[in-house]
């Protein structure tokens, strides 16, 4: 059997590439091979605080392990609501939250104004945050 060569990170050339990077420039894309040490330089530093604060958070609902990114949850239209502080939340309570989320959505009129998608947004964030709470409550959690 043929032996595999160790391909070498594309910035440092010296560490063993264990991250793969595809950006694209000026619209053509571009993949590039990194150590994790020249991945980690190359992070911005938001990314960087955000996987710090994964490690130690627990799912803003039930307190288990997370696995979303509050702030990384577009609002129902796509668009990213405002940064504000880190929640997390876990599988359960993202499944449960997208569920109750898409039912409402069912309801919404299409063709809103800018303000009215920011206005429904914002309610359906706050009811879907009653809910949870709602729903943890009746799981006795």
Not at 12 to 25: G, S
Not at 59 to 86: H, K, Q
Not at 105 to 124: G, I, W
Request: aromatic letters at 4%; charged letters at 30%.
């Amino acid at each position: 059997m043929a032996r595999q060569s160790t391909k070498l990170c594309d910035a440092c050339h010296q560490r063993q590439a264990t991250c793969h990077l595809c950006e694209i420039v000026d619209g053509r894309m571009r993949s590039t091979d990194l150590c994790n040490e020249c991945c980690e330089a190359r992070m911005p530093v938001e990314e960087k605080d955000r996987r710090s604060a994964t490690q130690s958070a627990k799912c803003g609902y039930c307190g288990g392990r997370p696995c979303v990114d509050w702030n990384s949850l577009a609002n129902i239209f796509g668009v990213v609501v405002g940064a504000g502080e880190a929640r997390f939340l876990c599988a359960n309570c993202t499944e449960e939250y997208n569920r109750f989320l898409a039912h409402r959505l069912e309801s919404v009129p299409r063709n809103l104004s800018q303000d009215q998608e920011l206005a429904t947004s914002r309610a359906l964030r706050e009811d879907a945050h009653k809910h949870m709470l709602e729903w943890l409550a009746k799981r006795g959690l």
